[in-house]
């Protein structure tokens, strides 16, 4: 009993010092422990809770670890409709907006029109429940009426309270004790950078928010703990909602531990808000987190049910969206650089300038044809943009200004990293290093991808080790992965036998994955996820697979001439038999499973493509979906497609579907349909 008791005590003094450190860190921006140290705390804490497991509760830190798998998000209603709020993009348009409320103010007798000025960060809106101050239920906008329940990820967020401190005394309560807190989950830059710089190249996210959507829809709560995703409030109901005003509510929410950014201001008149605006359109790039715009809302929260909303936004409330921003630089050099498929991507050099609030002084160009469409010379001075993406490009060319010692862009002749001769295939607009087996970075390319989540997600086996194995020789293919041994690689830098412990760990866990993810991890080109799901249906071993001939593969559905012979390319080239060889002794799936039983036969002959992002489902969930329904997942729009899901940011694939007039699903169609 006295065990007991001490253990009590000591866990209450831990999770005590581990929740101040946390607000001392995420809300202030002052930490008193190095993250080693914070790390020893946690460890503790879980090391006594796992000892005592009968003292562990809901709101202890140790449950923002994760380690929960969810293999289905559940759908939830809303208690009111998240809405999403209506974009301007000009100061006149906002005055329009601020006239309009006035108006209708003035129908209800209403004369004084203060709004709050809040800065719009740029991440996913969720929704959290409270009940009794303990967080019950966390959950995805969806369409507005509905979301998903994503309790198990938002818990591992560190500025999320996981319970609300005095809540007896400080609500008014409801006969259910709940009140709603909502606001953005999001992605800090540093957070972002770090793991983009973790993962292969070709799979990196193209800026935070695209990110932090990803992030949410992990079937694995440990892995969406590892993202360090941040929380901002702006939303509370459930707490004096007949007298509060949104500025009030505002400061309730910091009261509560919630962090809201602090950037926020009560304006009166008109020209209040023009001034925030312009004064955050430079000082936001200062700020660690990417926001793109200002929200403005009527304060006086018990008016916004009176002035209503449209179908989808509220009429007391719009979001103020800034420019793209360009500046204007001087091109000095193009280097170029070498993909895992030996693609040549040339990049330009550029005199540093700041842009967005960092210095930029790369751009990729993409390939020649966009060379020459933007007619760009060495030394020219170039106009950058920058609008939600995290690499700027060169948008134009200042030909007034082009100096007298321009030069023409010259396709170089041999590789830059191996010194092969390049090589242009016919009807292509890339030019290729031929030397796949030899080439250093095509090999630290394809371990890269093979290592890449959505391939046999290795943990651990990051680009700088990549680089190092494949520098010293340690690793020349994939299939050389599985001869590490740990003495060897606890002799490499920033390694030690922890390190080497985890990365063999990791190593073995990889062989659990399925058949068609080893597919698409060999890199084969043009072999995406779609793709190598088809080819383990048709082909369900690699001995099948490999005597496949160009004519057999072009009839698997999804495959055509052109993809027929890429694997029949990769199949015939010596380095590939060795690298099945090496691959037999691994324990890797080198064949296909028992195929799951067929939910219903609602998708039966029917193939689908998936466009753009979905809310409720991540993509490979949504096909799964499908293919247990008796459908197929295909990659790309033909007129032999059956459904196109479009999901938001939908793109060219959508375009071509329409054009072809093939039909097009919105995300609740599609889950009707399931």
């Not at 920058?386 to 023409?408: C, F, T, W, Y």
């Not at 190092?468 to 590490?484: E, M, P, R, S, T």
């Amino acid at each position: 009993m006295t065990d007991i008791i001490s253990a009590a005590e000591e866990i209450a003094h831990l999770r005590s010092e581990i929740e101040r450190h946390s607000h001392l860190y995420y809300m202030e921006a002052k930490p008193e422990l190095s993250d080693y140290d914070f790390d020893k705390l946690l460890e503790k804490l879980i090391a006594l809770e796992r000892q005592f497991p009968d003292l562990v509760t809901p709101d202890s830190p140790s449950q923002r670890v994760g380690g929960t798998i969810t293999r289905v998000f559940p759908a939830v209603q809303h208690r009111e409709p998240m809405l999403s709020l209506s974009n301007t993009y000009s100061l006149a348009e906002v005055e329009e907006f601020y006239n309009r409320v006035r108006k209708l103010l003035l129908l209800e007798g209403v004369h004084e029109q203060e709004m709050v000025a809040e800065l719009k960060f740029d991440g996913v809106a969720i929704s959290l429940l409270y009940r009794k101050g303990l967080l019950v239920r966390g959950a995805t906008r969806g369409d507005g009426l509905q979301g998903d329940d994503i309790t198990a990820n938002i818990k591992t967020i560190s500025t999320i309270p996981l319970r609300l401190p005095d809540f007896g005394s400080l609500f008014a309560q409801s006969e259910e004790d709940e009140i709603e807190v909502r606001g953005e989950v999001f992605m800090r830059k540093e957070n972002f950078e770090q793991l983009n710089e973790s993962r292969p190249e070709e799979e990196r996210f193209a800026n935070p928010r695209n990110a932090t959507a990803g992030s949410l829809k992990l079937q694995d709560s440990a892995e969406v703990a590892l993202r360090n995703m941040s929380f901002v409030a702006y939303y509370l109901k459930g707490y004096d909602d007949e007298a509060s005003s949104q500025f009030l509510r505002l400061k309730q929410l910091e009261k509560l531990g919630f962090y809201t950014g602090g950037h926020y201001r009560l304006c009166c008149e008109l020209q209040d808000i023009s001034a925030f605006i312009e004064e955050w359109d430079e000082k936001r790039w200062k700020l660690p987190y990417e926001t793109d715009g200002v929200v403005l809302k009527l304060n006086d929260a018990r008016l916004w049910q009176k002035l209503g909303a449209t179908a989808k936004s509220p009429r007391w409330a719009i979001a103020y969206k800034y420019p793209a921003q360009q500046a204007k630089t001087v091109l000095h050099t193009v280097i170029f650089q070498v993909g895992r498929l030996g693609t040549i991507t040339p990049v330009a050099e550029l005199e540093p300038v700041l842009l967005a609030g960092s210095t930029v002084s790369r751009s990729t160009l993409h390939n020649f044809d966009e060379i020459q469409r933007l007619g760009i010379m060495l030394h020219d001075r170039v106009i950058i943009e920058k609008s939600g993406e995290v690499i700027p490009k060169v948008i134009s060319v200042v030909l007034d200004e082009r100096p007298s010692e321009a030069e023409a862009v010259r396709v170089p002749l041999l590789c830059p990293e191996c010194g092969t001769p390049l090589a242009k295939p016919e009807g292509e607009v890339s030019y290729y290093c031929p030397n796949e087996d030899e080439c250093p970075a095509q090999i630290r390319g394809r371990v890269l991808h093979f290592a890449s989540r959505d391939a046999m997600d290795i943990k651990t086996l990051g680009k700088a080790l990549v680089d190092q194995l494949v520098a010293i020789g340690l690793v020349k293919d994939v299939g050389d992965l599985y001869a590490l041994q740990e003495p060897q690689l606890e002799s490499l830098e920033r390694m030690g036998k922890k390190s080497a412990q985890n990365l063999i760990r990791a190593l073995a866990e990889s062989c659990e994955k399925s058949y068609e993810r080893l597919i698409y991890a060999l890199g084969i080109r043009h072999v995406g996820r779609a793709t190598a799901r088809e080819l383990a249906n048709a082909y369900p071993s690699f001995d099948l697979l490999k005597e496949a001939s160009e004519e057999e593969l072009s009839m698997v559905p999804d495959i055509g001439p052109v993809v027929a012979r890429s694997i029949r390319d990769f199949f015939s080239k010596p380095f590939t038999s060795d690298l099945f060889d090496k691959l037999k002794r691994t324990g890797l799936p080198l064949s296909a499973s028992e195929p799951k039983a067929q939910v219903n036969t609602n998708f039966e002959g029917l193939s689908v493509l998936f466009t753009g992002g979905l809310d409720r489902y991540d993509r490979q969930k949504a096909s799964e979906l499908v293919l247990e329904r008796g459908g197929r997942v295909v990659g790309s729009v033909s007129k032999k497609t059956g459904i196109v899901v479009a999901g938001h940011d939908s793109g060219s694939k959508l375009d071509k579907a329409v054009k072809l007039g093939v039909r097009v699903v919105s995300e609740d169609e599609f889950e009707a349909m399931l």
